[in-house]
């Protein structure tokens, strides 16, 4: 089983598709363990965009997700890391293919409406970062031996 960090951003929580964009990963078979709502800080945001320090996007792009609330999850399942980033679609909405999320309801890079962890790494990394062991948890669902 593998984990996988999901932000609903800014832009998706100010258009009211927090349930749309959970109910498309929790559709696919993926478990919620964890779902929290907060305002990222600016250190945070620094952090967990730590790798595009350098990029000249780096500025809007902390601007962007310390602008509004956000809900943050850890999605869990078999292969969750790569299926998530699948169901979100490319970076850029413009790429990104229809029935995808961002696909769907996106139409610029600089709002496109979700986050997921993009390699075990960083998807162990940023889960640390964003909960505490105690928020996640662990249970079974009547419907797993149905899905996997
Ligand atoms: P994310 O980390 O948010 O899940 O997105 P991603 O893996 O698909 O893309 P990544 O390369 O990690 O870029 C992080 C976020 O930075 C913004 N971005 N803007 N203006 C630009 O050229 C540009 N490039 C990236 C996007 O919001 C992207 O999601
Ligand atoms: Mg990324």
Same mark, same amino acid.
């Given at each position: 089983?593998?984990?996988? %960090? ?5 832009? &998706?929580?100010? *258009? ?7 109910? #498309?990963?929790?559709? *696919?078979?993926?478990?919620?363990? =964890? %779902? ?6 600016? /250190? %945070?945001?620094?952090?967990?965009? &730590? ?11 902390? /601007? ?8 943050? =999850?850890?999605? !869990? &399942?078999?292969?969750a890391? !790569?299926?998530? #980033?699948a ?15 961002? =696909?769907?309801? &996106? ?8 986050? $997921?962890?993009?390699g $075990?790494?960083?998807? /162990?990394?940023? @889960? ?5 062991? !105690? !928020?996640? @948890? ?11």
């Amino acid at each position: 089983m593998e984990r996988t %960090l999901i932000i609903v951003k800014p832009d &998706g929580v100010q *258009r009211g598709l927090i349930g749309e964009v959970i109910a #498309r990963l929790e559709r *696919r078979g993926l478990k919620v363990v =964890g %779902l929290k709502m907060m305002q990222i800080s600016r /250190e %945070l945001a620094e952090q967990h965009y &730590g790798v595009h320090r350098e990029r000249p996007f780096f500025a809007s792009l902390v /601007e962007y997700i310390t602008s509004a609330p956000v809900v943050v =999850g850890v999605l !869990e &399942g078999p292969k969750a890391i !790569e299926v998530t #980033r699948a169901t979100v679609g490319a970076t850029n909405p413009v790429d990104a293919a229809p029935g995808t999320i961002r =696909g769907d309801f &996106g139409l610029t890079i600089g709002r496109n409406l979700i986050h $997921a962890s993009d390699g $075990a790494e960083s998807a /162990e990394h940023e @889960i640390n970062l964003f909960f505490r062991p !105690e !928020e996640l @948890i662990s249970y079974e669902r009547a419907v797993d031996p149905w899905i996997v």
